[in-house]
C-alpha cells in the first residue's frame, strides 16, 4: 500500500509513558545480559532469538557498547559504566592491533563505544582509540573520486566503491576534526557526503546501497546492490542509513541543501512503509508480502528524523517528529522484546541479510534480532525521554 503522510498520522503515536516502559524493558534486558557481554560481545544477530558470544570483531560490536552507555546515562547503574569501560579497553586493543578493520566501519564500532566514553566520562584512552580510527578511515579516502572506500583493501579495483551505510561513518570524522583542530578529517568526510549524495540518490528518491567510481576518471560509473532485492530496488535498510547519515552531516555542517535530500530519501521511506509500518527487508515487498521485516530499518528511520526535525522550521519539525512517534509506537507494539525468555536481544524482527537473485548475499539472521536494531531502538527511547547529546 502507499502511505502519505495523512495515512501515518491516522496510527497511535509513541509518548513518554510508552517510552518509558518500554526503555525500563530494554534496560533490564541489557543489564541481565551483562554476564555474558562484558569481556565478549554478542555475535551481530541472534541465533533463535539468542546472541552468541564473540570476540570484538565484525562491524557490530559498538552497537553493544552504545547501548550499555544509554542504558547507563539513564539509570546511573555504575554495573553498566565499568562493563562499558572493559569495552573500551578491547576497541583500543582492536584498532592499535588492527584487528578486522581493514574496512571503513570505524564510525558504528568507535563512535559508540570510545566517543560515547570520552563524551560522557572524559576518558583519555577512548578518545585515543577513537583518534586513532579516524586516522585510519581517513586514509580509506580516495582523492580519485573524492570518496571513502567501504571495503577491501584501499585502491583495489573491484573493491573502488563507496555504499550508503558509509555515512553513519562520518561523524567520528568530523569530531575528529573537532577535537584536534586538523580540518581535513571533516573535508573528507563532506566531500564524501557530496560524491555519495550526486551518485546514489535515484530520481526516484530511492538510493543505490554501492556504486563504483571509475578509478581512471574519478566519475562515478554504476551502482549496484550488495545487500538489497535487486541493484534497482531500494534496500531499506540503505534507505534508512539514508535519512539517519544525512542527518547527521547537517548537524555538524549546517548545509542548507541536506534539508531537502533529507526530505527526498525520508519522504520515500515513509511512503513505502506497509500497513503495520515495520518495513520489509527491501522495499520491493509491501503489505501481505511473506518475506521477512527489517525492523532496524524504521529504528535508524526514526532516530534520524528525530535528529533533523531539530533543524527544521516548525511545520517540517511536527511532520517528521510526528512521523517518528507512529513508527516508535509500531516497534514498541510489534517489535519490542519484553520477556528474556523469549530472546535476550531488545529488537525483534530484523534482517541481517537476505539472499536474492540480483545480491551477493546469503541469508542471515532472517527474522532475528541484531546488534544494531538493539541500538537504535535504545537511542530512539532515549531521544524520546530527554534533550540527548549524541555520541556520533
Ligand atoms: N552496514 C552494514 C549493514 O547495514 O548491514
Same mark, same amino acid.
Given at each position: 500500500m502507499a502511505q502519505t503522510f495523512e495515512t501515518i498520522m491516522s496510527y497511535p503515536a509513541a509518548d513518554r509513558e510508552l517510552a518509558k516502559k518500554a526503555i525500563d524493558d530494554a534496560i533490564r534486558i541489557i543489564q541481565g545480559d551483562l554476564s555474558i557481554f562484558t569481556s565478549k560481545f554478542p555475535s551481530s544477530n541472534s541465533f533463535g532469538g539468542f546472541y552468541e558470544a564473540t570476540e570484538?570483531?565484525?562491524?557490530?560490536t559498538g552497537f553493544w557498547t552504545g547501548s550499555i552507555w544509554l542504558a547507563y546515562e539513564y539509570t546511573k547503574d555504575d554495573a553498566l559504566k565499568k562493563a562499558a569501560e572493559v569495552q573500551v579497553d578491547s576497541f583500543f586493543e582492536r584498532i592499535r592491533d588492527k584487528i578486522?578493520?581493514?574496512?571503513?566501519d570505524m564510525g558504528f564500532l568507535f563512535s559508540l563505544s570510545c566517543v560515547a566514553a570520552y563524551k560522557l566520562t572524559g576518558n583519555e584512552k577512548a578518545k585515543e582509540a577513537a583518534l586513532l580510527a579516524a586516522n585510519h578511515l581517513a586514509e580509506?579516502?580516495?582523492?580519485?573520486?573524492s570518496f571513502l572506500q =567501504?571495503?577491501?583493501?584501499?585502491?583495489?579495483a573491484s573493491e573502488y566503491r563507496l555504499i550508503i551505510d558509509c555515512l553513519l561513518n562520518l561523524p567520528i570524522l568530523y569530531w575528529a576534526s573537532e577535537v584536534t583542530g586538523n580540518k581535513q578529517y571533516a573535508q573528507k568526510a563532506e566531500n564524501h557526503i557530496k560524491t555519495a549524495m550526486n551518485c546514489i540518490l535515484r530520481e526516484d528518491d530511492s538510493t543505490y546501497h554501492t556504486y563504483f567510481i571509475d578509478?581512471?576518471?574519478g566519475k562515478p560509473s554504476y551502482g549496484v546492490t550488495h545487500?538489497?532485492?535487486?541493484?534497482?530496488? =531500494?534496500w531499506a535498510r540503505g534507505q534508512a542509513w539514508g535519512i539517519y547519515g544525512i542527518a547527521l552531516s547537517y548537524h555538524y555542517?549546517?548545509?542548507?541543501?541536506?534539508i531537502q535530500l533529507f526530505e527526498r530519501v525520508t519522504d520515500f521511506f515513509l511512503r513505502h512503509l506497509p500497513e503495520d509500518l515495520?518495513?520489509?527487508?527491501?522495499?520491493d515487498f509491501d503489505t501481505g508480502s511473506t518475506e521477512p521485516r527489517d525492523s532496524s530499518a524504521a529504528a535508524i528511520a526514526v532516530c534520524g528524523m528525530l535528529e533533523m526535525a531539530k533543524y527544521l522550521d516548525d511545520e517540517k519539525r511536527k511532520k517528521y517528529t510526528d512521523a517518528a512517534n507512529r513508527l516508535l509506537y509500531a516497534l514498541i507494539h510489534k517489535?519490542?522484546?519484553?520477556?528474556q525468555n523469549q530472546s535476550n536481544?531488545?529488537?525483534?524482527?530484523?534482517?541481517?541479510a537476505r539472499d536474492s537473485?540480483?545480491?551477493?548475499?546469503?541469508?542471515?539472521?532472517?527474522d532475528e534480532c541484531n546488534t544494531w536494531g538493539d541500538y537504535f531502538y535504545m537511542e530512539a527511547l532515549t531521544r524520546t525521554l530527554s534533550d540527548w547529546k549524541m555520541y556520533w
Open positions: 570484538n570483531v565484525e562491524w557490530t578486522d578493520v581493514n574496512h571503513h580509506r579516502y580516495r582523492e580519485n573520486g =567501504a571495503w577491501g583493501n584501499v585502491g583495489e578509478m581512471e576518471t545487500q538489497g532485492n535487486r541493484n534497482h530496488s =531500494a555542517l549546517r548545509d542548507e541543501s541536506y515495520i518495513p520489509y527487508w527491501d522495499f517489535c519490542g522484546n519484553r520477556d536481544g531488545l529488537l525483534l524482527h530484523g534482517t541481517y537473485k540480483e545480491n551477493t548475499c546469503k541469508d542471515r539472521g532472517v
